[in-house]
């Protein structure tokens, strides 16, 4: 079975940055972030697909995240620059295990999570 264990959250400044890690065990076809704020519903954050390695953001992150993939390490990477006290929620790797844009709507596994926190 496919495994996602994560790490490198905490807490950091306003206009700070922080570097979250994904390693993934098994293959999957798309690997990328979700967040969930105490009482919001969770989004996503953006993706990578695993073979053509493009990539997609939600707009409130877009410019100031970016996702990484180092295949040799089985390795996810989450770069968060210019972090917004509006970023501070759990973080979640995710991974799914179909082609095509449905790959990310339905992942298929999670990690356990990663907390974020952004003071202002």
């Known amino acids: 079975q496919v495994q996602l264990v994560e790490s490198g959250g905490g807490s950091v400044q306003a206009g700070g940055s922080l570097r979250l890690s994904c390693a993934a065990s098994g293959f999957v076809d798309c690997l990328g972030w979700f967040r969930q704020a105490p009482g919001k519903e969770r989004e996503w954050v953006g993706y990578?697909?695993?073979?053509?390695?493009?990539?997609a953001f939600h707009d409130s992150v877009k410019g100031r995240f970016t996702i990484s993939l180092d295949n040799a390490k089985n390795t996810l990477y989450l770069q968060m620059n210019s972090l917004k006290p509006e970023d501070t929620a759990m973080y979640y790797c995710?991974?799914?295990?179909?082609?095509?844009?449905?790959?990310?709507?339905?992942?298929?596994?999670w990690g356990q999570g990663t907390q974020v926190t952004v003071s202002s």
């Open positions: 990578i697909y695993t073979r053509a390695t493009s990539t």
């Open positions: 995710a991974a799914g295990v179909v082609g095509g844009l449905m790959c990310f709507a339905q992942p298929r596994y």
